[in-house]
């Protein structure tokens, strides 16, 4: 049911709480503390496990912000990062309920959300009194599906979160109708109630800065992505909110169409935050455009050149290939620009027509090129398995990544996201097995036609192998383990296990469904 509901009595019996609680201002929330949860999950198929030394644990954001949000309006928050900290459920859970919460606030993304829900209902089952509320993208994109699909969760946050979780809280805390608050799905009476997006933030400058304080271990607990950042301590920081473009495998449930930015002034006194009080070396920008507002984008450079050259700060981020000149690219690496991620996506401009992706493969050659030139490393990001994918596009695909002068390549699996325009259509295109814990980008679970599961599984192995056993490659690879000791202990450290997850990995993601019950605690 979308659209607003009405503001009515302050008295609702909401479902998920307590067999025969009733809601009614206090009486369910008696202290103002607090819990932010990342649940544990694993981005790979939980039977071909990635070994732990080689998994990205970046911390949430989105978390800190509103942890540190929450705080502003008086909250006790804490936050657990689940699976950056290699924790189970069971672990998760006890560390949450020893902390006496009044609110667990649950973070999920298709792939969590599930684990989220499991994690949800063993704290109520310790801790009957706790209110879950859960947000993300995925409540975003299905909003009224997913509280019906899972009733352990009370409340859903849908869009940004900031404002609704401290409208929320003071409900809570002090009676009122959350059915008066915008960007809240819940359950009232057996009926699914959606109380309609709340207008987005315009100046995100007025809000915290993360909580960094929070976290367990910062920065030294969490790491990138292996390959990703030329020093340790690294952290992570979004800028900006919002994407203008198209592309059909994209959500932008959360934060909208409209492009947002943080000031270049707030970007870098963050970027100097993390450097003076953290000792961060390496900064990996997230945001989908970093570098699409040209103004802002020389602004910070301007600003954080000086940590470049006093601290010795790299940092890292992702742009589309025609947001960059050569003009740019000399600032960003003068600013201390290390590396460029770019969505490429398909070497097939019959395949990036399809998705809507606005990009031509002419100007996807004239980026990579250019940012090679100007000594800052090129990643390509590649998907595949796309509608309408064939092995000549697939071939083109690797002839691209080889041809140009990329110095690493990631290629997920094409999965048609809820909240994506390609979700609802995308049985049109092949098989699609719509199950949430196997929406990882790493699993099959859209087939093309033409494909099997076994076969796409085996263009994928066979492109990866394409690309890095290369003597130019293996070389260059050679060296940055040379340059950065750390990866290789990464690596030395996962040996027996990554051996173990390459053999197994032919089967990965061969067999129907997945871990239906709790995973062990």
């Known amino acids: 049911m979308e659209g607003s509901c009405g503001r009515g009595s302050s008295v609702l019996v909401v479902g998920g709480f307590p067999p025969g609680a009733v809601y009614m201002g206090a009486s369910l929330v008696k202290k103002k503390s607090i819990v932010f949860v990342n649940p544990p999950y694993t981005v790979w198929d939980e039977r071909v496990r990635l070994p732990r030394a080689l998994e990205n644990t970046m911390p949430s954001l989105g978390l800190l912000g509103l942890a540190a949000v929450v705080r502003e309006a008086g909250w006790e928050p804490h936050v657990v990062e689940a699976g950056a900290l290699g924790l189970s459920l069971g672990e998760t859970a006890r560390l949450v309920v020893s902390k006496d919460p009044a609110v667990l606030a649950v973070r999920a993304s298709t792939v969590s959300v599930v684990n989220g829900a499991r994690l949800a209902a063993m704290v109520k089952e310790a801790a009957p009194h706790v209110t879950v509320v859960l947000g993300g993208p995925h409540v975003s994109a299905v909003p009224a599906e997913t509280m019906e699909r899972l009733p352990v969760f009370d409340f859903g946050v849908v869009g940004e979160g900031e404002l609704t979780l401290v409208e929320l809280l003071s409900v809570l805390d002090g009676g009122g109708d959350p059915a008066g608050i915008r960007g809240l799905v819940f359950v009232k009476g057996g009926e699914t109630v959606v109380t309609g997006r709340r207008p987005y933030i315009e100046d995100l400058d007025g809000l915290p800065m993360p909580a960094w304080d929070l976290l367990d271990g910062f920065p030294g607990a969490y790491r990138p992505p292996l390959l990703s950042y030329r020093a340790l301590p690294a952290a992570s920081l979004v800028t900006s909110r919002g994407c203008p473009y198209g592309c059909t495998f994209c959500d932008r449930s959360v934060f ?23 000792g961060v070396r390496h900064i990996l920008f997230y945001d989908d455009l970093f570098s699409v507002s040209k103004d802002r984008l020389v602004e910070v450079c301007r600003r954080l050149r000086p940590l470049a050259e006093g601290h010795g700060l790299t940092w890292s981020c ?3 290939v025609e947001s960059v000149t050569a003009g740019t690219l000399a600032q960003m690496k003068a600013a201390g620009c290390w590396e460029i991620a770019y969505g490429v996506e398909s070497g097939s401009q019959e395949i990036l027509d399809r998705v809507a992706k606005g990009t031509r493969l002419e100007e996807v050659e004239r980026a990579v090129r250019l940012t090679h030139e100007a000594g800052i490393k090129v990643k390509g990001l590649f998907m595949m398995g796309h509608p309408g994918e064939t ?4 071939r083109m ?57 076994a076969s796409l599984t ?17 070389w260059r690879l ?5 340059r950065n000791p750390d990866t290789a202990r990464r690596l030395l450290a996962a040996q027996g296990e990554l051996i173990g997850s390459l053999v197994r990995m032919p089967f990965h993601g061969l067999r129907e469904g997945g871990r239906k019950g709790p995973p062990a605690a």
């Open 256 to 278: 909208g169409r409209r492009y947002r930015g943080f000031g270049a002034a707030y970007v870098a006194s963050m970027a100097e935050r993390l450097v003076t009080a953290y």
């Open 318 to 320: 992702d742009a589309r």
């Open 391 to 394: 092995p000549r596009t697939i």
């Open 397 to 453: 695909t690797v002839e691209l990544a080889r041809r140009l002068p990329f110095d690493h390549i990631n290629i997920s699996r094409f999965t048609p996201y809820p909240g994506t325009a390609v979700y609802r259509e995308a049985s049109r295109w092949g098989e699609f097995r719509e199950d949430w814990e196997r929406m990882n980008a790493m699993t099959a679970v859209f087939v093309p036609r033409g494909f099997t599961e």
């Open 458 to 474: 085996r263009a994928y192995r066979r492109a990866i192998l394409d690309f890095y056993v290369r003597p130019s490659v293996l």
């Open 478 to 482: 050679a060296k940055d383990l040379v």
